[in-house]
């Protein structure tokens, strides 16, 4: 990788900071990164915080911004709509994640090497810094969307990330919760973005601090998410194996009468013998909408690039 430019006065930066009763650590993360950015402007925004979340982010220089809709996911959609900038940071308000890491973020962006930047968290953490059960969520999760989308990422739910003007106004977030990052990695993969991981340090929270997440609620969101993302924008692969499920299903079903004919000459079970049809009838209305689905998409991803094509000219 090259060696990281310099910014340019002319660049504008911001840091977004999504923060949901973070007291105990905002006023440290708004002061890393200014230190750490001192031309970014530093942005937080607070979730329906019932502590002084907001006073000390205020006092410590940043500017705050209110979402009146819980949930993670709609924080995201307003930091993308309001902030204007040419480069980004997002970062969690937790101080999980270490503000000197930022440079080495945004070295890419600004080399035009990535639309993202990953802060990926599995090469070196503290102990405790993982809840139960998160890193075999986070494993399943990388492990079902490399599969779906034929990458090789490490971290999809890292919640430090820097990006350019381009994918922040060109992601249609639709998330409402924790699962935001999930299909921000997945739009960006459908709509081939590139995206770079830079390993970070993981620290675990301080005391007194706490983690909002609900391990199991959140996993099923960030599943029913991945799904719901993977059928809309990889449908030809979603409808082919459901497909292939039942057409598998009905052969093997259909080799009992058939085999009962050949030995007998005679279909005694009927009911068998319909339901393998019907399962066979299935699998290719499957098929079928697969493929509609699939150039469907294709003309949509064909439409976006010319859009995004015509904004950046419309910038020049």
Not at 173 to 192: C, D, K, N, P, W
Not at 197 to 204: D, F, G, N
Not at 283 to 293: A, D, E, P, R
Request: with cysteine.
């Amino acid at each position: 990788m090259e060696a990281s430019p310099k910014l340019s006065n002319e660049l504008k930066l911001a840091v977004m900071i999504p923060c949901f009763n973070e007291e105990v650590t905002v006023s440290k993360v708004v002061n890393d990164f200014r230190k750490a950015l001192p031309n970014a402007v530093i942005y937080v925004f607070d979730n329906n915080s019932t502590d002084r979340t907001a006073q000390l982010a205020r006092a410590a220089g940043a500017l705050v911004i209110k979402e009146p809709r819980q949930g993670k996911g709609y924080v995201v959609q307003k930091m993308f709509s309001e902030v204007e900038a040419d480069i980004y940071v997002m970062v969690d308000g937790d101080d999980t994640y270490p503000a000197d890491a930022v440079q080495r973020l945004i070295a890419p962006i600004l080399n035009n090497q990535a639309d993202m930047v990953v802060g990926s968290r599995f090469q070196k953490f503290e102990k405790n810094a993982f809840r139960p059960f998160h890193e075999f969520g986070n494993w399943l999760v990388r492990t079902l969307v490399n599969l779906i989308f034929n990458a090789n990422l490490t971290d999809i739910l890292s919640g430090y990330r820097a990006f350019n003007r381009s994918i922040v106004k060109g992601l249609p977030i639709v998330s409402q919760g924790f699962e935001v990052e999930t299909e921000m990695v997945m739009q960006a993969l459908y709509y081939r973005y590139k995206i770079i991981e830079i390993p970070v340090e993981y620290r675990a929270r301080p005391p007194g601090s706490y983690s909002k997440l609900n391990t199991i609620k959140d996993g099923v969101l960030v599943l029913k998410t991945l799904i719901n993302v993977a059928k809309t924008y990889k449908p030809l692969l979603v409808f082919f194996s459901l497909g292939a499920v039942f057409a598998g299903s009905g052969l093997i079903l259909g080799l009992i009468p058939i085999w009962e004919f050949i030995q007998t000459g005679k279909v005694q079970r009927f009911p068998t013998a319909i339901l393998a049809t019907g399962l066979v009838l299935i699998s290719i209305i499957c098929w079928v909408t697969g493929i509609i689905l699939d150039s469907i998409n294709y003309r949509f991803l064909e439409v976006q690039k010319l859009l995004a094509a015509k904004n950046q000219n419309d910038r020049k």
